[in-house]
């Protein structure tokens, strides 16, 4: 294996490493809950299908290794912490032993009587209670063909019983419910989190706009009546430095002014859950790139720390107000990565054979190998000091996909981050 496809596989482990994390975080009283099952089914219901109910096949070092293996899933309270990733692995493989991968050997081994064929698919639903959508899949298919060669190996005179091939239109209907269950339960969460955050933003903006609708007007009325005074203090020394300070006061409160409504107008826009209905133009990217940064309200020095490359300007098919709003979110999330620093943040718009693209590069903290695939999510956030809600990358990509582009991010820890957005040519 090349050097590189030895730090792409590792990465991608951190990935799915910081992910389970998150995931055994989450579910960890269910796994537990696993466990405890588990533990005390595996001896209990030996007993029972040897003395109440006998089948023709048993093990009862299977049911041990089972019960054994399930004991670091009850004492997981011992291990919390900083053993959350291995405990999302050691669960995901857990739950693939005990569910599809014993119940469809030890169905096979049995001839798949009824009592085995309803046990294997009272396993594939009690899995689909403790994984996401389409880990439920993996793991079930994984299982369920590991448990087929352990009945192989174990039997290999026996052929595969016909009431197991049977069943299948069973089995796929029990998968195919605990998925979409399972996908649909996961849209409904998210929705709501969508629909909550949108109304809390909705009431805070509506609080906010009233006394900032207030101040402007304030600021237009003194800008109306400050030419004056500096008129009349103009031939008088003593006088002109304070009203060349009220000038520059002045401005400072409308450019913050500019930059809470700027603010609110992103924020409200990252929660809406449909985008709005605008009619697409023809427009040159520069053009958009150059108003982005035109209307954006940067503050303090930000603004030198900014720069706008054009290699190559191109047409797109687009809403300009919704790429505005898309590299302002990139802007922003690039100012924030390089604030402890000072790095600077480069947009640049590019043509190359085939694509046009737009890249904002920022030369601050990284991300995180675990968080980068899930930053298009809605909710989830690269962090910058707790500031943000998750919403803004989500918000672009659907910007983005609705305009049939593409938008990627390219970073590392402690190094550069790039987004790239990639527009059909016209």
């Not at 303090?300 to 290699?311: F, H, M, Q, S, Y």
């Not at 919704?322 to 390089?338: D, E, G, S």
Request: aromatic share 10%.
């Amino acid at each position: 294996m090349t050097t590189g496809l030895k730090a792409a596989a590792a990465a991608a482990l951190r990935r799915m490493g910081g992910q389970g994390r998150t995931h055994f975080a989450i579910l960890r009283q269910r796994y537990r809950l696993l466990g405890l099952i588990a533990a005390l089914g595996y001896p209990g219901y030996y007993l029972v299908w040897t003395h109440l109910y006998p089948q023709p096949y048993e093990s009862l070092a299977l049911r041990l290794a089972g019960a054994a293996l399930a004991v670091p899933l009850v004492a997981e309270p011992l291990l919390r912490g900083r053993h959350d990733g291995f405990m999302y692995w050691y669960a995901q493989a857990y739950a693939l032993f005990a569910l599809p991968f014993f119940f469809t050997f030890m169905n096979l081994m049995n001839g798949a009587n009824m009592a085995w064929q309803m046990s294997l698919v009272a396993s594939i639903l009690y899995l689909a209670l403790f994984l996401e959508s389409f880990r439920f899949l993996a793991v079930y298919a994984l299982g369920s063909l590991l448990g087929y060669l352990a009945f192989r190996l174990a039997a290999p005179g026996l052929p595969v019983p016909q009431a197991y091939l049977d069943g299948w239109p069973v089995f796929l209907f029990a998968v195919t419910a605990g998925f979409l269950f399972n996908y649909g339960s996961e849209l409904a969460r998210s929705h709501e989190k969508m629909k909550g955050a949108a109304s809390v933003g909705g009431s805070i903006a509506h609080e906010m706009r009233t006394p900032l609708l207030g101040m402007r007007l304030d600021v237009e009325g003194l800008s109306e009546r400050l030419p004056r005074l500096l008129e009349a203090a103009a031939g008088d020394p003593r006088h002109a430095r304070e009203a060349a300070a009220l000038s520059a006061a002045l401005g400072r409160v409308r450019r913050q002014l500019d930059y809470a409504s700027t603010g609110l107008d992103l924020m409200l826009g990252n929660m809406r859950d449909d985008l709005p209905p605008l009619k697409p133009e023809t427009l040159s990217m520069a053009a958009v790139a150059r108003d982005a940064l035109d209307r954006y309200p940067f503050r303090g020095p930000e603004a030198a720390r900014v720069r706008l490359a054009i290699t190559r300007d191109f047409a797109f098919a687009g809403s300009g107000q919704l790429m505005v709003h898309v590299l302002h979110n990139l802007v922003k999330n690039a100012l924030r990565a390089t604030a402890a620093g000072g790095g600077e943040v480069v947009l640049t718009v590019g043509k190359d054979p085939g694509r046009n693209t737009v890249e904002v590069l920022d030369h601050g903290e990284g991300v995180p190998a675990e968080l980068a695939p899930r930053l298009f999510e809605p909710f989830a956030s690269g962090g910058h000091g707790g500031l943000g809600v998750g919403l803004g990358l989500s918000f672009c990509k659907r910007v983005v996909r609705g305009m049939g582009g593409s938008i990627s991010l390219f970073s590392r820890p402690g190094g550069p981050t790039t987004v790239v957005i990639c527009v059909p040519t016209l």
